[in-house]
């Protein structure tokens, strides 16, 4: 199959695997940015990202049509996302313990209300071919690329320019980085967290349901390896910064691509190393971007971490 | 100057049993809650749900069988349950013991190789103390992280958890395979007369009595000791700790140390009892539920022990629900979700049952402190 590129297989696989593997992150790191901006950390996305991905494989066998699955897996992150915003908006509530105990919760769910859909075959999500112009088909699959993909692109975009230049924006932002100043100026503070959570939940679902309707294309109780959770840390990485999340997960999209790039063209002795790949290099980043004196530049001055 | 001592000391013991009366009641109350939730469901989904919690009982704690079941599910579970509840005093959210349960199996699994021929108590104690160091080094990096760059342990506990199982299964399946284990590739086994027994006249494995030691040990160290003392205080108000002299650092280095010895204990005696190799059947999940087990229990060691049975018989009787309702296996971590989510909410009603209780006792005292900050940071 790499015959006719060789080594250089590798990388353009790492290349097509960065474009494909990295629309779940993206998506899911764009919510949890979201939702950190206004102040509150939602470590449960990991279970949103299953639930979306259950939830918009069996609409999309129900009912024939992927884009509705995409509605489907859109609709149950929102509600994941209304059901943690409002246990954290009680009092005494722990954001992280919630997130932790939703995580549970959704992958059971998933589980649950997804066996009977293990077996039929959905209508997945259509491509667009990029690599028109080549003749060599690996670069030609490689340059296979996912309407979600693109739409997540622009919305990379979107969402940093509403931050940035918008009333809402502003709003989100005083919201998460003083709560004190935000109830002064007169905004419903849980409110504008619990609309950013919901939000951020329906990113996460959509990213969710990529993984049924995209890439890999189907749904089964191992298709999540803790994308949900590396997501959240890239939000760190990417200094709350919607931008910066596409590109670290274009990053994290190659790393996850490597172990399946390398087995391809043969190596396939240290295959469980290669794919712990995205988690060391999340952890890599993690303690390279850390910093003991606690506050990085760019978090948001609520998040439970800064204080 | 008499009577008014006994009536504030009554008045201290009341609002102590208030307290107490409140953290048994409030989590049982959830647990109400959660059955009845689950149970909604359940019925939801097509089965009944009285049968269905019939049979969970019998499942869990029916019979003699069952309830032997029950207990072997608690004894990893109070182990790594510390592994999170004892960073937990000092502030931290830690969720790594499936990764430290998993390498401390391995451990025990490596360490009973290369003691090979010795006495068999030699061996246990050698398998015990591999898996003991394996765990503590690997949480204990994790909250050395936290202590020295200021990393999210929440986070990076859970990243240690899928590194931890991808370098356990590459050595499984690959240098430490042993050849003869053809479906299920697993390390060489540890032979039958190092076998870590069952308790007499039952078939629950020791692996219990290091559940409860460690339960114990762990509340002497937090409640009773200086370094519980201290741990606690971290806890409170890490800032005010470090400024009372206090070696901040090297406190959270030591609880994640210790609990992370704990969930390599659970992986050694899984290995020792159950498995009698190191295989894939040592990632089931008893680290995930540990953090449950450690959140009902509000982190508190001695609680963790009776929370651990009851959870460790819920996932008993999964099997017995799969095969008797027809519903999916799923359904015990479904119950478990439920739990978790309605245990976190019932956090908020904590302290107004107290008030309660005072005022129907008709004693006035100074408002209680507020509960530690782990819970409302």
């Known amino acids: 199959m790499t015959a006719g590129l060789g080594a250089w297989g590798v990388p353009v696989a790492v290349l097509g695997g960065a474009l494909r593997v990295s629309t779940p992150f993206l998506f899911v790191s764009l919510g949890e940015c979201l939702t950190e901006r206004a102040g509150r950390i939602n470590l449960g996305l990991e279970g949103t990202l299953v639930m979306g991905a259950m939830a918009g494989y069996a609409t999309s066998v129900l009912t024939g049509s992927p884009y509705l699955g995409v509605l489907a897996a859109g609709g149950v992150g929102v509600a994941f996302g209304a059901l943690h915003g409002w246990l954290c908006s009680l009092p005494r509530v722990n954001d992280v313990a919630v997130g932790i105990a939703l995580m549970l919760l959704g992958v059971g769910l998933a589980f649950f209300l997804g066996k009977p859909f293990i077996q039929p075959v959905a209508p997945r999500l259509p491509t667009i071919a990029l690599g028109r112009w080549s003749d060599v088909p690996q670069i030609r699959s490689a340059l296979e690329v996912h309407a979600l993909f693109v739409a997540g692109v622009i919305l990379a975009v979107a969402l940093g320019w509403l931050l940035r230049r918008t009333r809402w924006g502003m709003m989100i932002r005083v919201v998460g980085e003083s709560a004190a100043a935000a109830r002064a100026i007169g905004y419903d503070v849980e409110r504008v967290r619990l609309l950013a959570t919901m939000a951020g939940g329906f990113l996460a679902g959509v990213g969710g349901c990529f993984l049924s309707l995209g890439y890999p294309g189907s749904w089964n109780e191992g298709l999540s390896s803790g994308q949900g959770l590396m997501a959240v840390a890239l939000v760190i990485f990417s200094r709350w910064d919607p931008l910066r999340c596409l590109l670290a997960s274009l990053l994290f999209g190659g790393a996850g691509a490597l172990g399946p790039a390398l087995q391809a063209v043969g190596i396939t002795s240290g295959y469980y190393l290669f794919s712990t790949a995205p988690y060391v290099l999340t952890l890599v980043i993690m303690i390279a971007t850390s910093s003991a004196r606690r506050t990085l530049p760019g978090q948001p001055g609520e998040l439970a971490g800064a204080r | ?377």
């Open chain 2, 1 to 377: 100057m008499t009577a008014t001592a006994s009536l504030s000391a009554s008045s201290a013991s009341r609002g102590r049993a208030g307290a107490l009366a409140e953290a048994i009641a409030l989590p049982l109350a959830a647990i109400a809650v959660s059955l009845v939730l689950f149970g909604i469901f359940v019925a939801l989904a097509g089965a009944a749900p009285l049968a269905m919690y019939h049979q969970m009982l019998r499942g869990a704690f029916g019979t003699w069988f069952s309830i032997q079941s029950s207990l072997s599910r608690a004894a990893p579970l109070m182990l790594t349950a510390l592994c999170t509840a004892i960073p937990a005093r000092l502030g931290l959210i830690l969720i790594g013991g499936e990764g430290a349960l998993v390498l401390g199996g391995l451990a025990a699994a490596v360490a009973a190789t290369a003691l090979g021929p010795a006495p068999p108590l030699a061996v246990a104690i050698g398998m015990a103390a591999a898996a003991l160091v394996a765990g503590a080094l690997w949480i204990g990096a994790c909250a050395a992280l936290r202590a020295l760059r200021g990393v999210n342990e929440t986070i990076s506990s859970l990243l240690l958890n899928y590194i931890a199982i991808g370098v356990f299964s590459h050595l499984v399946e690959g240098p430490l395979r042993d050849p003869a284990s053809l479906n299920k590739p697993s390390t060489a086994p540890i032979g039958e007369a190092n076998a870590l027994g069952q308790l007499p006249g039952m078939t629950v494995h020791w692996g219990l009595v290091f559940g409860i030691v460690a339960c114990v040990v762990a509340w002497i160290l937090v409640e009773r000791t200086t370094y519980g003392f201290a741990a606690r205080m971290v806890g409170g108000n890490a800032r005010a700790a470090q400024l009372a002299g206090l070696p901040v650092r090297r406190l959270i280095v030591a609880a994640g140390a210790l609990g992370g010895a704990c969930a390599g204990l659970a992986g050694m005696a899984e290995v020792a009892a159950v498995h009698g190799a190191a295989n894939s059947s040592l990632h089931a999940g008893y680290g995930y539920s540990g953090i449950l087990v450690a959140f009902l229990a509000r982190h508190h060691p001695l609680a963790i022990m009776p929370v651990a049975v009851l959870v460790g018989g819920i996932s008993a009787s999964g099997g017995l629900i799969q095969r008797s309702i027809g519903l999916p296996d799923a359904a015990v971590n479904v119950l478990q979700g439920i739990l978790f989510v309605v245990i976190l909410a019932s956090e908020t009603l904590r302290g107004r049952f107290a008030g309660r209780w005072r005022a129907w006792s008709g004693v006035r005292e100074p408002a209680r402190a507020p509960a530690p900050a782990e819970e409302t940071a």
